[in-house]
């Protein structure tokens, strides 16, 4: 999706490979890592290992949502506002 998005609003092709390239190694060594260290951690123990993977994940996952909804809430808010203030301003102007 986001490689037909940099077309459609023509984003220069080989500024866009250079990103995703630097995004797919920076992807590669902190999934390696992140592996080789929970490896070391839990080599005796591979269900505990799994359950802090999965607990990790809900973790990030509950605070991203909290995050966005926090931000679509505010930005409802603050189109509510303007449509108040745009509403009272043709009020004004009618009379």
């Known amino acids: 999706m986001a490689a037909f ?3 459609a609003v023509g984003y220069p092709g080989r500024r866009y490979a250079a990103f995703t390239a630097v995004g797919a190694v920076g992807w590669a060594a902190q999934s390696a890592l992140l592996g080789y260290l929970g490896g070391v ?16 994940a809900a973790v990030v996952t509950v605070a991203a949502m909290a995050v966005r909804r926090h931000a679509s809430g505010a930005g409802r808010r ?3 506002l303007t449509r108040r203030r745009t509403e009272v301003r043709a009020l004004a102007g009618r009379r």
């Open 78 to 80: 603050l189109t509510a």
């Open 5 to 7: 998005t940099a077309g």
């Open 41 to 56: 951690a839990f080599a005796d123990r591979p269900l505990a290992g799994f359950v802090v993977a999965w607990l990790g």
